[in-house]
């Protein structure tokens, strides 16, 4: 595990920027709040889209799913298996207004992605001595997470009851089709890259990559929640959080002495 922990480090660098960039910008915008109160079910089909689109700890997950599978119909057994699972909650939990702090649910998401690249690294074999858990009944389970992260979202928009069953099924339709259109490409790159060496070379380089920035999403979520449950330990709100960690870098480098080339007289 220590050697795993090692090869994290670069993985870790690479991948901060990315993560400090979008993970507070996962959710739902002001726009889309505004966009609920007369939005049609062709509008909560698009807003699913986007959201699984733009979902990169729910791509996360998948792409460790999908990586070492070559054969169709494991390809479509798994996913289908998210997808019931995401999809139960995401009806159930959002129709009897069932919440949760989204920041810890979206933790747990990252759990999920650290848990597939872990398991790719034949993890649970080489330093637990024991078999992997049933992948396809974990990949059930961890939709019933995803859907529940779906729905936190979801539940931030102003829903109206009437009609409101047929909104949850145009939301969670949209999401399908998001998660269809991103998995193909998923397919075709690694279909791709599984016919060069550098797949087997790399390969488990990739999945160290995978686990690295779940546990950035954790570490970015878990933070996200302490601004959110002690606001006073910190002197801004979570909604301001990526915007004030902005301004603190650039008075950070105002701070930095200047190098001024006088000229001699």
Known sequence: MLSVLKKCRWPIAVGFYFICNFVFGHGMSEKDKAKALEATNWDFVELGASHMVTGYDHLLFLFGVVFFLTKFNDIVKFVTAFTIGHSITLLFATLYHIQANYYLIDAVIALTVIYKAFDNLGGFHKYLNMASPNLLMMVFVFGLIHGFGLS???????LVEDGLVLKILSFNLGVELGQITALTLMLLLLAGWRKTQSFKNFSNAANVFLMSLGVLLLLQQLHGYSHESHPDDFG????????E???MEVEMANKKPQHSHDSID
């Open 152 to 158: 936190t979202r979801l539940q931030v928009l102003p």
């Open 236 to 243: 801004f709100s979570a909604d301001n959080h990526l915007h």
């Open 245 to 247: 960690h902005e301004k």
